[in-house]
């Protein structure tokens, strides 16, 4: 393709720690040959999906609104860094009215239509204290348009991770808790069995995209358990990448997926199979059996 990747100059937004530890971790992943990565970031709306976005980039690429809903289309984000290129592809969120919202999971499909999924982020808010039934049918309408498999290659981003805990609970405990209510939702809605996780759970990442979030010394900007966010989620997406899973190729078999309309249809010619010596025979039988035993009427 001989379209023009943007040099990713936001990077140099970073402070120097930063940057550091992010040129150390893209050097890390260009020796095991890995020149690109493609993130995917999903999850409802108003959950601060583009915000994420930004952050990662370190500038203002798409848009982000409290209030709007958002565009009806996909942004795919790409940088380039040293040989290294980088693309994050925004999402409109999945969540209308209460329900998983089918025409945009069609068009963020469509989107990624031969494009490999290296990294999904499935994002969702620190500060809500409860999950749903929507959680899990999010969670289901993503594992049924790319596969299982996708959770191999997901983390789960917690945004909003500035707070103080309610009733008394440490951070720490408050962080875990939340967590594991969302990973069993999404244990749930993606049909994962616990035994199937071979121990390699889905990483969960704090994120704090408010200006107003607290910095370290080196003005690198933390979260409440002390921990330099940005860096520790692009650590934990190199990770996934190194995990030994394979990314999620999106081709046309795998948006179309099985037809509907042809599913079960091998199973026509047994069942009529089934009808005719099951059925038909044992009537027929029966009624010749019937008149065998008939006795010939008096007035014959
Ligand atoms: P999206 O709909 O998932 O893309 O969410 P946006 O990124 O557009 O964010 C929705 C609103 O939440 C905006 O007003 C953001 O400024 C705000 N927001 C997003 N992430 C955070 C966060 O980590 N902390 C705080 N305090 N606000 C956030
Ligand atoms: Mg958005």
């Known amino acids: 393709m001989a379209s023009l990747i943007r040099e990713w100059t936001g990077i140099q937004q970073f402070p120097s720690a930063t940057q550091t530890k992010m040129l150390e971790l893209l050097g890390k992943l260009k020796q095991e040959n890995v020149n690109s990565l493609t993130i995917l970031v999903m999850g409802k709306g108003g959950v601060g999906k583009s915000s994420t976005v930004n952050s990662i980039i370190g500038e203002r690429v ?30 409109p969120g ?25 990294v999904l982020l499935y994002v969702d808010r620190l500060d809500a204290y409860r999950v749903d039934n929507l959680d899990r049918q999010v969670v289901r309408a993503i594992t049924e348009s790319f596969g299982k498999e996708i959770w191999n290659r ?52 704090l994120v704090e995209n408010s200006g107003r979030c607290n910095k370290n010394d080196c003005d690198e ?3 409440p358990n002390g921990t330099a966010w940005i860096p520790n989620l692009v650590k934990t997406i190199a990770e996934i990448v190194s995990n030994g899973s394979k990314g999620i190729l999106v081709d046309k078999k795998l948006i179309e997926g099985p037809n509907p309309n042809e599913r079960g249809k091998i199973w026509i010619p047994l069942i009529l199979a089934f009808q005719y010596f099951f059925i038909v025979k044992r009537i027929q039988r029966a009624i010749k059996d019937d008149i065998a035993k008939e006795s010939k009427p008096a007035w014959e």
């Open 154 to 205: 997901g983390l789960v981003v917690l945004t909003h991770a500035q707070l103080s805990p309610p009733d008394a609970l440490s951070y720490e405990d408050f962080f875990s808790r939340r967590s594991e209510a969302l990973l069993k939702v999404v244990r749930m809605g993606a049909r994962i069995k616990k035994q199937d996780m071979q121990g390699s759970s889905i990483p969960v990442v």
């Open 62 to 91: 798409v848009a982000v609104s409290a209030f709007q809903s958002e565009g009806p289309r996909p942004v795919m984000v790409s940088r380039s860094r040293a040989g290294f290129t980088l693309n994050v592809i925004d999402t």
């Open 94 to 118: 999945l969540v209308e009215g209460g329900y998983v919202n089918d025409q945009a999971l069609e068009i963020i499909k469509r989107f990624l239509l031969n494009k490999t999924i290296d």
């Open 221 to 223: 900007k933390i979260v």
